[in-house]
């Protein structure tokens, strides 16, 4: 059996705490509210990670169920969870029968552990010592900010432990600089040519009937404006390709969960671009602390002329730069987005991250020619696709 697969027992939060120490559990058996209080005390955020998400996502997403939780606790005599990563093995996330664990998945592209920011030090040494007793020989992190504060301190915790963090992969993605003015940040990003050719289509848009901009943050508002959204990314591109989010029951379950328990605690909003009464684009926001996700944003293509996408996220740009409790923006888009890059000028630093959890392991070894053999053959794969595509389109 794979490495943290093992049967799964209920047993209370406070029982938990007390006796499983630093160690991996069921991701649905985490105290709900220990990982509420860790998220208001992490020293980087993560919405992807908040509770009513992840959990939403592991009860039916499509491929990111059965997920587990390496858990750190603070000692003494009040014990509180100073540590969340979630995970899965290497069996369940590629196929191969390798003793990693891997970073659970929460739909986002962002994996980033939950550390608590009084002891982060000692949350980082807790969960690798969990993910050792859990059998595992290395971990796996996937999409995380290679250099915000929590790679920072995983990174000098292993050099005390002579482990050597081991780099996959890494590219740069949009994000926002949401402290300042936004319309100078529209002008500093797009120039004063392309901002007028967009207020040309704006106007021209608005032949079509007002143009207005929709904010919808509580739960009553965001459950309609949800259905809105999940209509507009199946008609375009996503639902042709079949990736759209209502096209599969448990992915539609999953976010009809999420935005409005997210919603009643301010960390979800949906946002929406009419022409008159009818949604040309919307999409999904996630908020933790100081920090925005873009998550998804689906269009009309009947207005493609109008850049409906580009107008929505224009907008959404002067929503978060007005927003004094947002300082930030993360797109979680994918390198060189071709509609967003450009408008969010800021870049953050994403990587696969491999790391040993005993010093000088050779099996550690094997396992990291293994994962670069694995990429090497899906780049090819994805050459090919590529190449395929575009020759259809000549």
């Known amino acids: 059996m794979p490495v943290c697969e093992r049967p799964r027992t209920e047993a209370s939060g406070s029982q938990r705490a007390s006796t499983l120490g ?60 100073i540590g969340l990563m979630p995970v899965t093995s290497m069996w369940r996330a ?61 990174t000098a915790a292993s050099a005390r432990e002579s482990l050597a ?6 590219h740069l993605r949009a994000c926002l ?3 300042g003015d936004g319309e100078a940040v529209l002008r500093e990003a797009l120039g004063p040519k392309k901002l007028k050719e967009l207020r040309r289509q704006h106007h021209r848009l608005a032949e079509h009937g007002p143009v207005s901009f929709e904010v919808a943050r509580t ?18 591109w996503k639902g042709r390709r079949g990736t759209a989010l209502i096209q599969h029951e448990g992915d539609a379950a999953f976010i009809r969960r999420a935005a409005p328990a997210l919603a009643a605690n301010s960390q979800c909003e949906i946002l929406t671009l009419r022409s008159g009464d009818t949604a040309i684009a919307a999409g999904v926001v996630l908020r933790h602390q100081n920090r925005a996700f873009f998550f998804k944003l689906g269009v009309d293509e009947r207005y493609a002329k109008y850049s409906p996408g580009v107008q929505l996220t224009i907008a959404i740009t002067r929503h978060l730069c007005a927003d004094p409790a947002i300082t930030s923006a ?36 094997l396992i990291h020619a293994t994962l670069l053999a694995r990429r090497s053959g899906l780049d090819l794969v994805r050459r090919g696709v590529h190449a395929l595509r575009s020759s259809r389109g000549r």
Not at 36 to 51: D, F, T
Request: aromatic share 4%.
């Open 219 to 236: 739960p009553q508002q965001v459950a309609p404006a949800l259905e809105n959204f999940l209509r507009l990314e199946a008609s375009g």
């Open 94 to 154: 590629y196929k191969l029968p390798l003793p990693v664990l891997v970073s659970g998945h929460p739909y986002g592209t962002l994996c980033t552990p939950l550390i608590d920011r009084d002891v982060i030090d000692t949350a980082i040494t807790g969960l690798l010592q969990a993910a050792r007793q859990a059998g595992a020989r290395a971990l796996l992190l996937r999409d995380v900010a290679l250099k915000g504060p929590v790679m920072q301190a995983i």
């Open 177 to 179: 600089d949401a402290g």
């Open 330 to 365: 993360d797109s979680t888009a994918g390198p060189d987005h071709p509609m967003i890059n450009p408008i969010w000028r800021g870049r953050l630093a994403i990587g696969d991250i491999l790391l040993p959890l005993r010093a000088r392991d050779p099996v550690v070894d």
């Open 22 to 81: 630093n160690t991996l559990l069921p991701l649905s058996t985490v105290p709900l509210d220990e990982w509420r209080a860790l998220c208001s005390r992490m020293v980087e955020p993560n919405g992807y990670y908040l509770p009513d998400w992840h959990i939403a996502v592991n009860g039916s997403a499509r491929g990111r169920t059965g997920t587990s939780a390496l858990c750190a606790w603070s000692g003494g005599s009040t014990t509180r969870l």
């Open 165 to 170: 963090p081991r780099p996959l992969q890494s």
